[in-house]
């Protein structure tokens, strides 16, 4: 079965800093992988997604994650954060086959400085 | 727009009180999935639904049902609420297999008094 692991319980940036959070997986084959945002209060909304190909992939408000295979990892990066960014991250691995459900990571949260 | 749409996004009950959540969809999705979500913590999936095939979670407690009449619509239902129950509820759906992102509600947050 896979698992997920987010190091970083909180991160704290400054506005317009730039950003990386962690994200480490296991899994015995090719993952699918996800970043997922959650605002306080809301659900959780689809940043980006790796299934395969290039292993730098573009989401949605200016993210960007990167697949190492080497290191097991799906960090994700923004190069200027702004205070809106403030939320919860999670990583989720889904799994080739049916039958394995989707597991999230503990999540980070990112609070932002003015 | 095509979504996934949870009502009530608030919900007080009593202790012991039967309650029922819904969740409705118009992505024509093959699965449903429910998850409860406390403070601080990741979602934990309590149980799905692929197309009308029942799929529970192992530790998921006897006191939570769930109910799929149609593509559509599916419910979670807490037999008898304890404290402990209080929590954000989420569903989600997706086509069906791990490389399909799933599709979130905004959730209903459970308050038990």
């Known amino acids: 079965a896979q698992s997920v692991t987010q190091p970083d319980i909180h991160i704290t940036v400054s506005e317009g800093a730039s950003l990386e959070l962690r994200c480490n997986y296991s899994?015995?084959?090719?993952?699918?992988l996800f970043w997922y945002v959650q605002s306080p209060g809301q659900g959780l909304q689809l940043l980006l997604k790796?299934?395969?190909?290039?292993?730098l992939v573009q989401g949605i408000k200016g993210f960007e994650a990167e697949f190492k295979r080497s290191q097991s990892s799906f960090n994700l990066r923004k190069p200027s954060v702004h205070w809106s960014d403030a939320a919860e991250y999670f990583c989720?691995?889904?799994?080739?086959?049916?039958?394995?459900?989707?597991?999230f990571g503990p999540g980070t949260r990112l609070s932002v400085l003015p | 727009d095509a979504m996934v749409i949870q009502n009530p996004r608030y919900q007080v009950t009593q202790f012991g009180k039967p309650v029922t959540l819904s969740c409705s969809q118009t992505?024509?999705?093959?699965?449903m999935y429910w998850y409860q979500q406390k403070s601080s913590q990741a979602p934990k999936l309590l149980f799905h639904?692929?197309?009308?095939?029942?799929?529970n979670e192992a530790d998921t407690p006897d006191n939570f049902q769930s109910r799929r009449p149609n593509t559509s619509f599916c419910f979670l239902d807490i037999r008898s609420p304890g404290l402990g129950d209080a929590a954000m509820y989420l569903c989600?759906?997706?086509?069906?297999?791990?490389?399909?992102?799933?599709?979130f509600g905004d959730g209903t947050r459970l308050s038990i008094l």
């Open positions: 989720a691995v889904g799994a080739q086959d049916y039958g394995q459900n989707f597991v």
């Open positions: 899994y015995g084959a090719t993952p699918y």
């Open positions: 790796y299934f395969s190909g290039d292993t």
């Open positions: 992505l024509n999705h093959n699965v």
């Open positions: 639904y692929y197309d009308k095939d029942f799929n």
């Open positions: 989600a759906t997706d086509q069906g297999g791990g490389n399909q992102p799933q599709h």
